[in-house]
């Protein structure tokens, strides 16, 4: 008994006794657990944190419901009939093209090979008109012989020279088959002349005139029959078997009696020389079947106002 007793309090003495082993087995238990507790721990998180990096798998609800576009939104009448209309697109509007008209006008005579200009305004008069223009003048053609006949004619309207005494003006073309080229160059003494200066009765002699590759032979005069009076400029070229013979005129009124401006016959000429330096001679009808020669013979064209 005695020596039960001495190693009870001899285990006391060191604090080991039965007790104290039954302690440390109880703590070895509680540590053991909680180490397994955190290494379960540290097993599930390390789990969990891969299994979260690999990507989702897409189920085929989810790729189909993507693949299907979206249907357009439903508006309701309510709201298409508040919603403001849109302005029509305005149709281009196009232009009429203004077309100028042409401040002059070409003549063209195919049976004599006669072409000219002349101002729109004026007044042509062509076939039995012209020779009726023509005739009605006191020296109506200036050939040394007969067989003249008219071919056209371009008078001045009097609103061209408003509050004057303008009586007529034209520019006329007439062609004679029955002169030879020497005639053509020569002019009736017949007709009555003055001159310009001393009013002395006088023959005027012929000259020359080019007009572009024509040479023409001209003449002038001035006839009085009362208070009328009439400058006539008369030029003959030979062409085509025929001599042509164009005719500048300007003529005052009988009575001036209304106080109207005397007429500048010069001015009036310049506007019928505009006409005269158009003129082109080229074979006509008559003489191409009669097989003459044709040789185009022009002058500088230069536009009529």
Known sequence: MNRINLFRNAVRGNRVTLDSVTWGKRNF???????????LLIVCSIAV?????????VSSNQQTAASQPIPPAITSPASTATMPAMPAAAKPVH?????????????????SGVSFQYPRKYSLKTGEAADKLVSSEPVPMDFVAPGG?????????????????????????????????????EFSEAKPTTTYDAGAAAVPQPKKLMIGDM???????????GTREE??????????????????????????????THL??????EKLEKILATVKIKAGEEVTA???????TAAAVTPAQ
């Open 231 to 260: 400058a006539a400029k008369y030029y003959h070229v030979f062409e085509n078997g025929a001599c042509y013979e164009f005719a500048l005129k300007v003529a005052t009124a009988t009575d001036n009696q209304g106080g109207a």
């Open 95 to 111: 232009k009429k093209a203004v077309r100028k008209v042409a401040p002059t006008v070409t003549y063209d005579d195919k049976t």
């Open 29 to 39: 238990d509680k540590t053991g657990s909680t180490l397994v507790f955190a290494g």
């Open 264 to 269: 500048d016959r010069e001015k009036v000429f």
């Open 215 to 225: 040479e023409l032979m001209s003449s002038e005069s001035l006839a009085s029959q």
């Open 149 to 185: 006949v008219a071919v056209a004619a371009v008078a001045v309207p009097e609103s061209a020279y408003p509050k004057s005494d303008l009586g007529l003006a034209f520019f006329d073309v007439s062609t004679n088959k029955a002169l030879t080229a020497k005639q053509c160059g």
């Open 290 to 296: 009669s097989g003459a020669a044709a040789t185009p």
């Open 49 to 57: 944190g891969c299994s979260s990096d690999k990507p989702k798998a």
